[in-house]
């Protein structure tokens, strides 16, 4: 994997009227997934998790004992009789080039090629694309309004799209996987004090492998450096783990891996795959 200097990064995230400035640098070389960052965007900012907008059901029931979340299918989007899965979605008008439009396209193309999943655009959606403060999404179909934010200077590229396009699909990020610790430590000393929560861990009542397990290259893993408040690692492979040779993939927004397209299409038990050239 390349080496990539860290030059520094100032990213701005702002929702539900809170405004987070997070400014990290190092000035040292370190090996990283992210192009402008040791960091992904979504992990630097202010929403729970870092990227994800949760309802306060979707939070409670993630430390409560009710089972909910990601496997909860009052969060899943319905399949229609064709075994299609549409996901309506419009972009706020004015907020986006065609080019940046075409880029966000392309990642929906991508995770319709490998499931039954259907990105419709419609002037009537529920669910709406703008150029917000960072990269965020609610989790999982809303049934009142919902938002994607991608911000056209930080969050217009392929793997990063994905990542939230998964989340509005009902995914949260893999390090939070109930039994995380088998596989990656968390270092709590060097997280940006206030963003612990992001390192939380589910129960597996509430979020599931969908049949998967644990995977380092996951898009919806953080890397290395998620949420550190002084350049040092917050997550680590457990060397120990059978698979933490993957591990170098952690944090990767380059597109989905096997074991995202494989809990993609259990979680929505597709049976087809969408023609992206439809
Ligand atoms: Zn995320």
Redesign the pocket.
């Known amino acids: 994997m390349a080496k990539l200097r860290f030059v520094g990064f100032l990213f701005l995230v702002n929702f539900a009227s809170c405004l987070y400035i997070n400014t990290t640098s190092n000035g040292t070389e370190t090996e990283n997934a992210s192009e402008e960052s040791e960091a992904n965007g979504?992990?630097i900012g202010g929403n729970f998790?870092?990227?994800?907008i949760l309802s306060p059901s979707q939070i409670y029931s993630l430390f409560s004992m009710s089972r909910n979340g990601l496997i909860d299918e009052r969060y899943r989007w319905p399949k229609n009789s064709d075994g299609i899965v549409e996901v309506a979605y419009k972009f706020e008008v004015g907020d986006f080039t065609l080019s940046e439009k075409e880029t966000i396209r392309k990642a929906m193309d991508e995770i319709e090629s490998v499931s039954c999943i259907k990105f419709v655009h419609s002037d009537d959606a529920l669910m709406k694309i703008y150029d917000g403060m960072g990269?965020?999404?609610a989790v999982g179909m809303q049934t009142d309004r919902q938002y994607v934010s991608l911000n056209s200077q930080y969050c217009i590229k392929s793997g990063k799209i994905i990542?939230?396009l998964?989340?509005a699909l009902g995914f949260?990020?893999m390090q939070n996987a109930y039994d995380r610790d088998d596989y990656i430590k968390i270092n709590f000393d060097n997280i940006e004090k206030g963003f612990e929560s992001n390192f939380a861990r589910y129960r597996n009542s509430e979020v599931s492998y969908f049949d998967t397990g644990y995977d380092y290259g996951s898009v919806?893993h953080?890397s290395p450096y998620g949420f550190s408040k002084n350049g040092l690692k917050t997550i680590e492979p457990i060397k120990e783990a059978k698979d933490s040779d993957k591990a170098q993939q952690m944090g990767q927004r380059e597109g989905m891996s096997d074991g995202d397209v494989k809990r993609l299409n259990n979680m929505y038990q597709c049976s087809s795959k969408i023609n992206q050239n439809e």
Do not use: P, V
Request: overall charge negative.
């Open positions: 979504e992990e998790q870092g990227d994800m990269c965020a999404s990542h939230e998964l989340h949260y990020h919806m953080y």
